[in-house]
Every structure is written in C-alpha cells, then in structure tokens.
C-alpha cells in the first residue's frame, strides 16, 4: 500500500509508504472496529492519520479523530503535530482554531476531544464516516459504543472506527479485546492478530460469533435490520517501527528505564501485569547506606498531609537528596504519624528547623478549594524556610511511576535508621496497603529533585570533593 500525493497540477509531490507489518495491516483491515497498539512505539498515532489520506478525494468524506483531552490533542508529539507532517503534502489547508484540516475536494478530518462523559452528547446529530480513538483506554465503554451511534454514511464510503490503545489489565478495551490476548500470559497471541471477529450489543453485554453467518443465525431478529459488528486487534511493538528506532536509537532505552510493571506494558505489550504489591516496588530493590557521601547536593523534604488521629491516612514527611557526584538519591529521614491538625503543622515546623534552612520544602495541595486552604496554612506556618506548594495530579501509582523506576534501578539509598523497615514495608505493599502517604511522599520529593536539581552535574562536581574522598 502506497499512499501517494499529487499538487494541483497532477503533478506527484511525495509517496508515503506505511511500515509492513502491524500498520500496514491495520490500515487494510476492512473491519468495522480496527484496534492497534499494545505496545509504545508502533506508529499508532501516524497510522490514525494516515487512515484519512484514503478518502480525501470524496468531497463528502468526513473524519474525527479523538483524544481523551484538548492537550492530549495539542501537545508536543500529539495527534495535531503528527497531521502537518501528512496532510499539508495532500494540499490540505489547516484551519487551526477548529482544529480541522480541509483538503482539496472539500474532505475534512477533525481532531477533537472528550474528556467528560457528557462530552459524547456534543456530536448528536452529526454523521461521521470514519472515527478514530488514540488511546482507547482513556475513553469510557460508554462514550465509545455512543459515539457509534455517530459512526454513520451517505458519501459510500462504509463507515468504520480505528483505535489504538496500550495495555490495561484494568480497562475495558482489555476485555474487550480478550480473544486476541493470552490470558495467562498477557501477551497477544501472534496467530490472531487481525484476525475477525463479530458481536452483537445487546443492552450492555456482547455477544461474540466466529463469523458472521454465525452471528446473524444466532439473532435471526436482528438478521433484517443490523448487522452485527466485526471486530480484530493487530498488536505492535517499538521493532515494527523502523523509522522511529532510526531517528531516535534511544527510545527503547527510555521504555527500559521504567518500572517493571511499565517496562511490562509499555515495551513488551503485557495486558494482564498490573500495579500490586511487590511489583511496583520491590523490598530487594532498596539499597542502604552507613552514612552520608560528601560531596555538592540538593535536598527536600516532601510532605503528604492528613489531619487524623488513631487511624486513616498519616501524615508523612520524607527528607531525600540528591548526591551529584554519585548521581545517586539518599533518602535521608522519614517523619510520620496520625496527628491532629495542630500536632501535624508543629511537627512540620519544628522538623524544618531540624533539617535547615537549605532544605527545601514541597507541600502536596489536594485538589479543590480546601486543598488550597490547607496548603496555604503550612506555607505561612513554615515561614523563613524555602517552602513550595504543589498540586498533586495524576493518581498515586502514575505519580509514583518515575520514583519507582529508581527504586529498581538501585538509584535510591537509604540512610540507615530504626524508621527504615516501615518505610520499605509501606514502598513494597504499595498500591495494595492500606496506607500509602509514605510513597505518596517520597514520590513527591523524587519528583521535585528530578526538576530541580540541574542540568550537567559535571560542573558541579568540580568544586566538590572527589569520589575517592567520598568514600565511593
């Protein structure tokens, strides 16, 4: 399959080819749903645009490709940037406070988003050919199968839905695609990728068929007046990718870095591995150290609030520093406990004057108006000490996500002390333990450091002592 652009005079500008193998089998598939990805690096996002170039001619042909939010839409790499290196080569003309591009003939494709579950009501009454879902799992079952309702034609072009989506024990896409998938494993099973299967949505449950004789014979009511659905999932990873692993051979690199349950989806396409206790932190993964290296640093203290005593959520307080001549993080000091309101904001100062007044301080705002109150009490209660508010965003295994990476890759000491049992116990029962301020804290200093602590730490081991002097 070649995709090839003409200018106005007839004149051939550029061919496209996709890759051969994964894309190219997901932009032939003639399946009504067509569902492709399970691994980062597959070309999904290119293929969803590139799926559009097959109509631009029909001046009634009419496309809308989603993602969860607006920014998603619009951000650095996102679906919009992926479209201006197709669709100005077909002679499309961008309309960019729409978010649409215009072809010749009159074709149009639109990049929109739908982050709240009302949002599907917004396209009542519009008639789409082709939609396209980047990330799947980011949409609800619900918004999905509506917006098939919109999944409609009258320019003879058959309509028809391409997704892409990576892995997600938890979301529905994982059983919806489950035929495709080994589920002891996780792994897709080679011998069905693209291959077809058919269902009926009755009410909210599916019925699947090996064919689609099969289907209609099962629902002979429904055989005169709809059809039922064909469905495949085509698997892809990083390697069916070339020109990727091309213009940026350290890729991969950056999926090994993560944390085993992310290597596991994200490098590997594993829909079954899950955030439990024991994977996404690990006791054997934590390294201790007698004392503290010399050397230049940069150090914080991160705070997760609560105001309870005798149970519920703690509050925790995790000292860690970052070591530029090592290019390693101490976790230095753990402070924690069910305390009142008052006790809480008394142990946080009197534990800023403890650590001194070259620690920083991160305090994690909760979301709402109450979240801005409470954070705003500690920051004047911590005067004269260089305190920052954060909002936290994101759930806690995502924010944890990067810290934990570090963990496994022996990046994070801990300075020896009677607190370093409950730190691990809490680290390795996350996300299934009950309490879980500890790693919500050190999360938060980790990912502060990460921000904050500079570019070429070269520089800065050059005014320090040596690595010898500090005794690593």
Not at 188 to 211: H, V
Request: glycine share 10%; charged share 25%.
């Amino acid at each position: 399959m070649i995709y090839e652009f003409y200018n106005e005079k007839g004149d051939l500008q550029i061919a496209v080819k996709p890759n051969p193998g994964p894309q190219e089998m997901f932009l032939c598939s003639d399946a009504d749903i067509v569902i492709y990805g399970g691994a980062a690096g597959g070309g999904k996002s290119f293929g969803l645009c590139l799926e559009v170039v097959k109509y631009i001619n029909n001046p009634r042909y009419g496309a809308v490709i989603f993602r969860r939010t607006a920014k998603q839409v619009t951000g650095e790499g996102g679906l919009w940037a992926r479209s201006t290196e197709i669709f100005p080569k077909a002679a499309a003309t961008p309309k960019e406070g729409k978010l649409q591009w215009v072809f010749p003939s009159g074709a149009k494709v639109t990049f929109a988003h739908m982050e709240y579950e009302k949002d599907k009501y917004n396209w009542d009454g519009t008639e789409i050919p082709y939609i396209g879902f980047d990330e799947l799992i980011h949409f609800t079952e619900s918004q999905f199968f509506y917006m098939l309702t919109r999944n409609r034609s009258m320019c003879g072009v058959k309509p028809y839905v391409k997704a892409t989506t990576n892995p997600d024990v938890d979301s529905w896409v994982a059983n919806f695609i489950a035929w495709w998938i080994n589920q002891e494993t996780g792994y897709p099973i080679e011998e069905r990728a693209g291959k077809l299967r058919w269902f009926y949505r009755l009410g909210e449950k599916l019925y699947w068929y090996n064919t689609k004789k099969e289907a209609m014979k099962k629902h002979p009511q429904l055989a005169d007046v709809a059809e039922p659905k064909s469905v495949t999932f085509i698997p892809a990873k990083l390697e069916d990718n070339p020109p990727l692993i091309e213009s940026d051979p350290n890729y991969r690199a950056n999926l090994l870095a993560q944390g085993t349950v992310w290597r596991e989806r994200l490098e590997k396409g594993n829909w079954k591995v899950k955030p439990e206790a024991g994977k996404v932190f690990n006791r054997t993964w934590f390294k201790f150290i007698d004392t503290l290296p010399i050397g230049k640093y940069i150090e914080v203290r991160s705070w997760d609030k609560a105001s309870t005593e005798g149970g519920g959520a703690e509050t925790a307080g995790v000292k860690i520093r970052y070591c530029y001549q090592q290019q390693i993080y101490v976790v230095v000091d753990l402070q924690h406990g069910h305390l009142s309101r008052h006790r809480r904001e008394h142990l946080m100062r009197e534990t800023a004057e403890a650590d001194g007044e070259d620690c920083n301080i991160v305090i994690e705002q909760e979301p709402g108006s109450g979240g801005k109150d409470s954070a705003e009490i500690s920051v004047a209660n911590l005067a004269g000490f260089n305190v920052h508010a954060e909002r936290a965003t994101g759930d806690k295994v995502t924010r944890a996500q990067p810290y934990a990476a570090q963990v496994e890759a022996g990046n994070i000491y801990l300075l020896k002390g009677e607190w370093n049992k409950y730190f691990v116990d809490q680290h390795h029962n996350f996300p299934d333990g009950q309490l879980k301020d500890v790693v919500d804290a050190g999360a938060g200093g980790f990912n502060w450091l990460v921000r904050n602590k500079g570019g070429d730490w070269a520089d800065v081991f050059a005014s320090g002592a040596t690595q010898e002097e500090s005794g690593w």
